[in-house]
C-alpha cells in the first residue's frame, strides 16, 4: 500500500478548509496543504487573528491553531501543491449551472475539469485523485479520461469520498462522522485513503463501495434529508388551518424509531449551498435517463420548500392589513442557519425579495454576516437595481437597532442568542400592535404573548 505523506486539496471553502484541517489534525506524519485560486481566501486562512478565517464554524479556530504551520498549509501555489502530493482532494464548488444544457438544474462541472486538465498537465508521479466535492453519478469516469487523455503517463486512480459535514458542526461532524465513505476501484489506493481516516475514525465506520454507488450515496442522502424538511413543513401548513402544532406532531411521529426525531423542525425552508443544488441535479440526471416519475417525485421537494418561503412572506404581508409598503420589518437572522456565517440560498433572501417586491423596509440584523455579503445575495438576485436595493434594505451591528421602530420582526435563522433579548425592552420600541413573524418557531410564544406581541409561528 502506498505510503501518504503528503495531502494536497483544491479548494479552500467550507469543506475543504474544515475537513483537512481535521486530517492534518489526527495525521501528523502527513502534511497537508490546502490550495486555491482566491487569494484574499487564502490570506484570510493564514490570518494571525483566528477570528478572520474566511469559515466561522464552532471550533475550527482551535483545530487550525494547533495544525497550521506544523503540518498543515495554505497557498495559492496550485501547481506546487500538485506536483509534489500522493494524493489529491477536489474540493471545488459545483454550483448548478446557470447557461446552456441543463440550465437550473445541472451540476456546472466547469471548475472539476479545470482542476482535472492541471492535474494532468503537472503531475510527474502517479496519484490518486479524491473527488471531495459533491458530483454527478458517473463523474470519475470522465475524470479519469481527462486525466489519462491529457496527462503525462502517470497513474491516476480516482477515489469518491463524498464529504457529510453540516455547516455550523462541521468540527463536530468531521471528528465524529456517523461514517465515512469511500468509493473506488483499486483496492490499494482504497486502502490508502482509509488509512488516513483510521487515525481517528473507527473502522467499521469506514465504509467502502464502488465508485458510482458511492457519488450518488451523497445525491441520495441530502435529497432524502431535505425530503424530511419538505414533509414537516408541507404539514405544518396543514396544522395552522387545523389547530394542531407542528412540533408535538414533530415529537409525537419522531418518537417511532422507524421514523426517528432528527430533521423534524419545521421551518421557513430550508437553505444552505447543497441541498437544492444536489436535488435539482439528482432531479437532472434522472431526467437525462428519461426516469420521469422519479424526477417528478424528487422535484416535488424543491417546490414545497419555494412554496414554504412564498407562504411565510405573504402571511407577513396578509397578516400586516395587506401592505408592508413602507413599513419597517426587522429580520432576525440572515444565514441559511445558525453558527454559519454562509447565506447561499438562504431562506432570508426569498423572504426579504418578496417583501421589498411590496416596497416594505427591511431591516437586517445577524450576528455573523455582514452587510456586503446580505447586498451582495439580494443584487444576484437582479430582482431591482443596487440602488433600490440600498434604499430599502438596511444592515445594522446592534438587534435593538433594528427592532427599535418596527412594525414587525421576523425570525429567519435560529441563533441562540434571539432567544435571550429583552424582549420586554423591544416590545416597547417598537410599533403597535407589534408583530413577530417565527420562521423557526424559537421564541417563547407565552412570554411574547404575555408581553403583548402579535405572534404567528410556522405550524401553529
Ligand atoms: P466553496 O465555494 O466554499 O469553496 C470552493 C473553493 O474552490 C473556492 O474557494 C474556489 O475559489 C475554489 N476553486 C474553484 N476552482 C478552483 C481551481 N480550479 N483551483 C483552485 N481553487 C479553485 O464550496 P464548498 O461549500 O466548500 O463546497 C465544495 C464542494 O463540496 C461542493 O461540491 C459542495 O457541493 C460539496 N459539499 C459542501 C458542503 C458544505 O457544507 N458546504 C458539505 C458537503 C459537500
Ligand atoms: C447538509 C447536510 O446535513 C450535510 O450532511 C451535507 O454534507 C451538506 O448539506 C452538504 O452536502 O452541503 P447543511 O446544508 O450545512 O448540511 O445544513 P443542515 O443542517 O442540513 O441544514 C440545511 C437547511 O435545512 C438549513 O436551512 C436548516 O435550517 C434546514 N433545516 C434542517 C430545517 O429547516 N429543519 C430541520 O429539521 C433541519
Not at 501543491?81 to 447557461?99: C, L, R
Request: net charge negative; glycine share 6%; proline share 3%.
Amino acid at each position: 500500500m502506498k505510503n501518504i505523506r503528503k495531502i494536497t486539496c483544491i479548494g479552500a471553502g467550507y469543506v475543504g478548509g474544515p475537513t483537512m484541517s481535521v486530517i492534518a489534525q489526527k495525521n501528523l506524519n502527513v502534511e497537508v496543504t490546502v490550495v486555491d485560486l482566491n487569494e484574499t481566501r487564502i490570506a484570510a486562512w493564514n490570518d494571525d487573528d483566528l477570528s478572520k478565517l474566511p469559515v466561522y464554524e464552532p471550533g475550527l479556530d482551535e483545530v487550525v491553531k494547533e495544525a497550521r504551520g506544523r503540518n498543515l498549509f495554505f497557498s495559492t501555489d496550485v501547481d506546487k501543491a500538485i506536483d509534489e502530493a500522493d494524493m489529491i482532494f477536489i474540493s471545488v464548488n459545483t454550483p448548478t449551472k446557470t447557461y446552456g444544457k441543463g440550465k437550473g438544474q445541472a451540476a456546472d462541472l466547469k471548475y472539476i475539469e479545470l482542476c482535472a486538465r492541471q492535474i494532468a498537465a503537472v503531475a510527474k508521479s502517479d496519484k490518486i485523485v479524491v473527488e471531495k466535492s459533491t458530483l454527478p453519478v458517473r463523474t470519475a469516469e470522465a475524470l479519469k479520461s481527462i486525466l489519462d487523455n491529457t496527462g503525462n503517463g502517470v497513474n491516476f486512480h480516482i477515489l469518491s469520498n463524498p464529504e457529510f459535514l453540516a455547516e455550523g458542526t462541521a468540527v463536530t461532524d468531521l471528528h465524529n462522522p456517523d461514517r465515512v465513505l469511500i468509493g473506488g476501484e483499486d483496492a490499494d489506493a482504497i486502502e490508502a485513503l482509509v488509512s488516513v481516516y483510521e487515525a481517528w475514525v473507527p473502522r467499521e465506520r469506514i465504509l467502502t463501495t464502488n465508485l458510482w454507488s458511492s457519488e450518488l450515496s451523497k445525491l441520495v442522502a441530502n435529497a432524502f434529508l431535505a425530503q424530511r424538511v419538505s414533509s414537516i413543513n408541507a404539514i405544518s401548513e396543514l396544522c395552522e388551518v387545523t389547530g394542531a402544532n407542528v412540533d408535538e406532531v414533530s415529537r409525537a411521529i419522531g418518537q417511532d424509531s422507524r421514523i426517528g426525531s432528527k430533521f423534524l423542525k419545521a421551518s421557513v425552508g430550508f437553505g444552505g449551498s447543497c441541498f437544492q443544488k444536489d436535488i435539482l441535479n439528482l432531479v437532472y440526471i434522472a431526467r437525462t435517463y428519461n426516469l420521469h416519475a422519479v424526477a417528478d417525485y424528487w422535484e416535488q421537494v424543491i417546490l414545497l420548500n419555494d412554496h414554504q418561503k412564498t407562504r411565510f412572506a405573504e402571511n407577513i404581508i396578509k397578516t400586516m392589513y395587506n401592505t408592508v409598503n413602507g413599513k419597517s420589518i426587522a429580520f432576525l437572522g440572515w444565514a441559511f442557519k445558525k453558527d454559519t456565517n454562509d447565506t447561499r440560498e438562504s431562506a432570508a433572501i426569498y423572504v426579504a425579495d418578496h417583501l421589498l417586491a411590496e416596497e416594505a423596509n427591511v431591516i437586517v440584523y445577524d450576528p455573523k454576516v455582514p452587510a456586503e455579503q446580505i447586498y451582495k445575495d439580494l443584487d444576484y438576485l437582479g430582482t431591482r437595481s443596487p440602488e433600490d436595493n440600498r434604499r430599502l434594505v438596511k444592515v445594522v451591528n446592534d438587534p435593538y437597532e433594528a427592532l427599535s421602530g418596527a412594525h414587525a420582526a421576523a425570525v429567519l435563522t435560529e441563533w441562540d442568542e434571539f432567544k435571550g433579548y429583552d424582549w420586554a425592552k423591544i416590545k416597547e420600541d417598537m410599533k403597535r400592535p407589534s408583530f413577530v413573524f417565527d420562521g423557526r418557531k424559537l421564541l417563547d410564544r407565552k412570554q411574547l404573548l404575555e408581553l403583548g406581541f402579535a405572534y404567528y409561528a410556522i405550524g401553529e
